[in-house]
């Protein structure tokens, strides 16, 4: 089957509504030269002769007539008049055409769509560029108007991929960036984003205007008033239109801003002048770092690659005052977030996928985030996330389309990894990037192994990011991993799934297994030997839609785990843990020390064991970590760390050189921590000895987590056993892995104050 953009190719566009929104896609369209032809027809017929002259048009025309000639309609019309002419559309449209819209609110075009039966309702996608302006008309167009820009669709249940596929393409041909949300979070969202500032814009003009001598206070306007009234410019037929679409969600918004408005009012009447000034102060500053925050990442063409701006400190200051006063410890019952791992492989093979992915328990941090971006660039349609939801429209083996700018991976190795492996076997160049920390992490062990297979893939010198990867037929590889290295593992069963004959990837010792029984989740035929140290799959079949629901993390619950360990009188329950035997490692090391660790209700979800693990306050020892265990608690070292440090005697790891290579170099960067704090330890080029000592109170310090989310939460938790508060910096990445866990410290009763700056 040809790619989207090949079909949008040979397909006869018709615009209806010729005015800023559907004059900018017919210029950008043309600009292109992406569309076989383009029709056009406006109730304004000046407007349409403009463009035909101009020749951003082939052909102009009434509605009925030109219909029927079209493979693909955009309406660009207000969202009400949308709503009415969707009958028409649906009544003279070819029987196979895909019919998009633009319009602001979906509630109200989606109903009048679904009424038109499902003949109609499986081609109508419904979209809304957010990229307007305050100027209208077909003269005020502009085929750049939405380069970076973002096109929200928000699919029907029964939207055919191809159809989807179309109208992506038709966005991502002139420039935008795609994303998709449900209909009742679009509207919720935009009654908030947009719909509110438009309101307050015209209010306020109004407001002004009825003043008595309103001439001479416009007089004295000035930029302030220009730049807050700008909205108030804009096209008074659309905009009305949308707030009676809208009306619902746009009164529950302007409640919460009523409230608020409210609020400043009697401060202003009451609040003594120091207490005011310095509320004042605290609401304009935060709101300042709010909107610059905004700008910064989601503004900013290509925004995802800005870095962040703001440093982020914690002040981990151990028990809060509700556990304090409760006499209690510890205490609680949470469910962390989804695990890392599997939401990233979620994404890459519902993406791949036939068929529509559904998935929970998503984890809504930054590095599975980026991994929705990546493949969203990459033409996939994903729907959400939505409180840990989201739906995953895959496009086939062989259906991604070739991303127009770097895809960035932010800080997670896993997502270059393993996307490494799926693009080195795609019909398209691409380029991978990550921020600080993965620029300096090790690529040559996919590399080198991809280069064996046949893959056109290079590294920076010294085998650091970017990566930069041109098309090349893969042919399958028999691999004996040197490192344990699930990452490595994946990335090459990735390629494998696209190379001639077969893949076998052996591994030195057992590494996390998420990327297998993900497949097999998806219907692909693998065969993995009884000791699971070796897996083998054949290139060629196609992986099946299938429903995930992402178990809680036991690399974010480890923290937890160790609060309540070091901490006498805890008492913690984490729920829906994933204990897959691949990633236990943590708990067969804490009950090797003497933790009180239970696993209650074990269950298997979706392919993998589940259980609520609970932990009461017991005495630690000192233990030798045994090797096999490392890969299996690759990721909990700076955690259990922590729980060394409290045991009775020495606690000592070797064979771990794995852990200088991390987000950070996490030995030497928990040596340094723990030696601001008082515990003594001693670094190996492979491990660490830490000497324990159960009657520990560490010192207060200031320590620097280099940017590892992982250090930042580790010194975090031994804040429960600091004599003062503990001030951390660089913790802004903790929003990689857990972007909660203030809060839910906070609810188990460990205080983190947070500082921006
Ligand atoms: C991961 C594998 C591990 C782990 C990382 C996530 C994965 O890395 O440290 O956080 O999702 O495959 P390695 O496989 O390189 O050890």
Not at 22 to 29: D, H, K, N, Y
Not at 192 to 205: K, M, N, R, W
Not at 709 to 728: D, N, T, Y
């Amino acid at each position: 089957m040809n790619s989207p953009a090949a079909r949008l190719k040979q397909a006869r566009v018709l615009i209806v509504g010729l005015g800023l929104i559907g004059g900018s896609i017919a210029r950008g369209l043309k600009r292109a030269e992406a569309v076989s032809r383009l029709l056009a027809c406006d109730s304004d017929t000046e407007q349409l002769h403009a463009a035909l002259a101009e020749g951003s048009v082939d052909e102009v025309g009434d509605l009925a007539t030109l219909c029927p000639q079209a493979d693909l309609i955009v309406i660009a019309l207000p969202t009400l008049l949308t709503a009415e002419v969707l009958a028409t559309v649906a009544k003279h449209c070819a029987a196979h055409a895909v019919v998009t819209d633009v319009a602001s609110v979906k509630a109200t075009v989606t109903r009048a769509a679904q009424d038109l039966g499902a003949g109609f309702s499986s081609r109508f996608v419904p979209g809304h560029p957010i990229a307007g302006s305050e100027k209208s008309g077909y003269l005020a167009s502009d085929a750049e108007l939405f380069s970076s820009r973002n096109v929200i669709l928000t699919p029907l249940p029964d939207n055919t991929q191809d159809s989807l596929g179309l109208v992506s393409a038709l966005w991502r041909v002139i420039g935008a960036n795609m994303l998709a949300m449900s209909v009742e979070r679009h509207d919720e969202v935009l009654a908030a984003t947009s719909h509110l500032p438009h309101l307050l814009a015209y209010s306020i003009v109004d407001v002004l205007a009825r003043q008595e001598q309103s001439d001479d206070i416009f007089r004295y306007a000035a930029g302030g008033f220009a730049d807050f009234s700008r909205l108030a410019s804009s096209d008074p037929r659309m905009w009305s239109d949308i707030f009676v679409a809208n009306r619902g969600a746009m009164s529950r918004v302007l409640g919460s801003m009523i409230e608020e408005l409210q609020g400043l009012k009697a401060a202003l009447e009451s609040a003594p002048p120091g207490e005011l000034a310095s509320d004042l102060r605290k609401l304009f500053t935060d709101a300042r770092a709010t909107r610059e925050a905004f700008i910064n990442t989601h503004f900013k063409p290509n925004a995802n690659s800005v870095m962040k701006e703001q440093k982020v400190s914690f002040l981990a200051c151990g028990l809060n005052q509700a556990a304090r006063n409760s006499d209690a410890s510890v205490c609680g019952k949470v469910r962390v977030p989804g695990d890392k791992s599997i939401s990233h492989r979620s994404i890459i093979f519902g993406s791949i996928a036939e068929g529509r992915t559904e998935v929970s328990g998503f984890l809504e941090g930054e590095d599975a985030l980026n991994t929705v971006a990546a493949f969203r660039e990459l033409g996939v349609t994903i729907v959400g996330p939505e409180q840990g939801r989201l739906s995953i429209i895959g496009v086939g083996r062989n259906g991604l389309s070739a991303p127009r700018k770097p895809l960035y991976m932010g800080n997670s190795g896993t997502a270059m990894r393993l996307l490494a492996g799926l693009l080195a076997a795609q019909p398209f160049d691409s380029v991978l990037t990550g921020d600080e920390s993965l620029s300096k992490r090790p690529m040559a062990r996919v590399v080198d192994p991809l280069r064996d297979m046949g893959a056109q893939i290079e590294a920076q010198e010294g085998g650091t990011p970017p990566l930069r990867i041109a098309p090349a037929t893969l042919a399958g590889i028999h691999y004996a991993m040197p490192m344990a290295s699930a990452q490595v593992k994946s990335c090459l069963l990735l390629a494998g799934l696209y190379a001639e004959g077969e893949t076998r990837i052996d591994e030195p010792a057992i590494c996390r297994d998420h990327t297998e029984r993900m497949l097999e989740g998806f219907g692909y035929p693998l065969t993995r030997t009884a000791d699971f140290k070796s897996v083998t799959l054949e290139g060629g079949f196609p992986l099946k839609a299938t429903t995930i629901d992402v178990p809680s993390d036991i690399s974010s619950a480890t923290f937890f785990l160790v609060a309540a360990a070091i901490c006498p009188g805890s008492d913690v329950e984490l729920e829906h843990v994933g204990i897959n035997p691949s990633r236990v490692g943590i708990i067969n090391l804490l009950k090797m020390m003497g933790a009180n660790l239970d696993m209650l209700n074990e269950r298997v979800v979706g392919g993998e064991p589940v259980a609520d693990l609970r932990i009461r306050y017991a005495p630690l020892k000192g233990i030798v970590i045994p090797e096999e265990q490392i890969p299996l608690a690759i990721d909990e070292f700076p955690a259990l760390f922590i729980a060394a440090a409290v045991a009775e005697g020495e606690t000592v790891l070797r064979g771990a050189e794995e852990l200088r290579v991390k987000e950070s170099d996490r030995l030497a960067a928990m040596a340094a921590g723990m030696d601001a704090i008082g515990i003594e330890s001693e670094m190996y080029h492979d491990g660490i000895r830490i000497s324990g000592n159960p009657a520990a109170v560490f010192n207060t310090a200031e320590i620097d987590s280099q940017g590892d989310h992982r250090i930042a939460m580790a010194f975090a938790v031994a804040s429960l056993r600091s004599a003062a508060p503990l001030v951390i910096r660089d913790c802004a990445n903790v929003a990689t892995s857990f972007p909660n866990f203030v809060e839910l410290s906070a609810r188990l009763g460990l205080e983190i104050g947070v500082e921006r700056s």
